[in-house]
């Protein structure tokens, strides 16, 4: 079975400059995490997303910020514009539901120069 | 607000030695605590996942223990392997929040 997939896995952008993430998450899992993990820190989390609807996105900065998750599925966190601090990782993870374990994704690595 | 606290950054032992690793957090009402492997440019890798009714949870040369009283837990490595070389994360999952909070991380290196 395959695991979380997430494209692209490197990208180095100028600031200003707009970024897209994409995840597709385990099959049949329900929820889906964003999480940003900066340099020597743990994953901070950015969005939850029960099936379609975002449950927890307390944590997005949503004025350069915005994801979405289009039938429940697929999901893609945007950036725009990037600025220099948004330089991390960006994880993405799947569960079957809230309570159960999450499976990550290997992650996008942002520069943003 | 849940804290997750790892000590130390960074632990280098020969191989072969046995070493465990400290996770402390400040609110002891946390639904489960999971430890996680994460390899260089790679994603986290669930290793033990320990409800707050458990005191403990193995996995081959894997040992988790909890104290929820103390707000610590401890992972415990047997005849440790280069290959064990990663950095290790802690996470919890409080009551009433789907939300994991991390730990900073201890990056382990086993010296052949």
């Known amino acids: 079975e395959a695991g979380v997939v997430q494209s692209p896995r490197y990208k180095i952008i100028e600031k200003k400059q707009p970024v897209a993430f994409w995840c597709n998450p385990i099959s049949g899992h329900n929820t889906l995490y964003w999480y940003l993990q900066n340099l020597g820190q743990g994953p901070e989390l950015l969005i939850r997303?029960?099936?379609?609807?975002?449950?927890?996105d307390s944590q997005l900065p949503k004025d350069r910020f915005s994801a979405e998750r289009l039938k429940g599925v697929d999901s893609t966190l945007k950036i725009q514009p990037a600025e220099l601090g948004d330089s991390a990782v960006y994880l993405c993870?799947?569960?079957?539901?809230?309570?159960?374990?999450?499976?990550f994704g290997p992650g996008t690595r942002l520069t943003v120069l | 607000k849940q804290e997750v606290t790892q000590i130390p950054a960074a632990l280098s032992v020969p191989e072969g030695e046995n070493l465990v690793l400290n996770c402390s957090f400040t609110?002891?009402?946390?639904?489960?605590l999971q430890w996680f492997r994460q390899d260089p440019g790679k994603g986290l890798t669930s290793l033990l996942l320990?409800?707050?009714?458990?005191r403990e949870q193995t996995s081959g040369r894997l040992n988790a223990s909890l104290d929820k009283s103390s707000g610590r837990s401890t992972l415990y490595i047997a005849a440790s392997q280069p290959g064990d070389s990663a950095t290790y994360l802690c996470a919890v999952r409080n009551f009433g929040n789907e939300k994991l909070t991390f730990g900073t991380g201890t990056r382990l290196t086993i010296i052949p």
């Open positions: 993870a799947s569960s079957l539901d809230g309570l159960h374990t999450q499976y």
């Open positions: 320990i409800q707050s009714s458990q």
């Open positions: 609110d002891s009402a946390i639904y489960n």
């Open positions: 997303y029960e099936n379609e609807e975002a449950v927890d």
